[in-house]
């Protein structure tokens, strides 16, 4: 019992063991995550990670239940219950648009919604935190998007725009350096934050998950 004991605090104070359990939506799942959890594993090989892949709604509502220990969501998250949840903020997202090769809008160094009015619009699934953004910046713009097709995968996005399905709007974390036209009606950003219960303590792996997803950000 005495080795059971000494064993115990060993893994809660090294990290030996145990499991993380994070949800978010594509973006943070396929750009921001896996160097975070890359570093985690190298420092403490014996961590479990439990990643799940959802809109922030489904995501905070997770963390409410518990079936959760943290989520990256799009803010404002206003879920049943969304004011038990501590919010951290952890980065803005630029949307940038990317276009078709050879297209009239590839040489432009910004994009107006007004150039996009009669355009074949390959976009993110109706409902969808990103989608909502994007949808809002155009109605301000007073234009109404010419929507031929819905995904989730931002990889699945950028693949229909290469094979010149139409244009699109996706997250600066997938795109290098040079790709991707800013819009000049608007800076077109979310807020991505972490949320979890509140007054519940972190377990030392999730803690550890937090901090090193927040210095990744930063």
Do not use: C, W
């Given at each position: 019992?005495?080795?059971?004991g000494v064993l115990a605090v060993q893994e809660l104070v090294g990290l030996r063991a145990g499991s993380i359990r994070v949800g978010g939506?594509?973006?943070?799942?396929?750009?921001?995550?896996p160097s975070v959890?890359?570093?985690l594993r190298q420092e403490h090989a014996a961590l479990r990670f439990f990643i799940r892949e959802a809109g922030s709604t489904a995501v905070a509502d997770s963390v409410l239940r518990g079936e959760l220990?943290?989520?990256?969501?799009?803010?404002?998250?206003?879920?049943?219950?969304?004011?038990?949840?501590?919010?951290?903020?952890?980065?803005?997202?630029?949307?940038?648009?990317?276009?078709?090769?050879?297209?009239?809008?590839?040489?432009r160094r910004g994009f107006r919604f007004a150039d996009l009015a009669r355009e074949p619009f390959v976009a993110f699934e109706a409902g969808s935190a990103v989608r909502d953004v994007i949808d809002r910046a155009a109605s301000r713009a007073?234009?109404?998007l010419h929507v031929v097709m819905?995904?989730?995968?931002?990889?699945?996005?950028?693949?229909?725009?290469?094979?010149?399905?139409?244009?699109?709007?996706?997250?600066?974390?997938?795109?290098?350096k040079s790709e991707g036209i800013p819009c000049k009606d608007e800076r077109l950003t979310r807020?991505?934050?972490i949320v979890r219960r509140q007054g519940?303590?972190?377990?030392?792996?999730?803690?550890?998950?937090?901090?090193?997803?927040?210095?990744?950000?930063?």
């Open positions: 019992r005495a080795d059971a939506g594509a973006t943070a799942i396929t750009y921001l995550l959890v890359s570093r220990d943290l989520g990256i969501v799009t803010l404002p998250i206003s879920v049943p219950g969304h004011k038990d949840l501590q919010e951290i903020p952890l980065l803005d997202d630029e949307f940038r648009l990317i276009v078709p090769p050879g297209h009239a809008l590839s040489s007073g234009v109404a819905e995904l989730r995968s931002i990889e699945s996005i950028k693949s229909m725009v290469g094979a010149g399905v139409g244009v699109g709007l996706v997250s600066r974390l997938a795109l290098a807020r991505l934050a519940r303590i972190p377990s030392p792996a999730a803690a550890a998950f937090e901090r090193l997803l927040l210095n990744s950000a930063r």
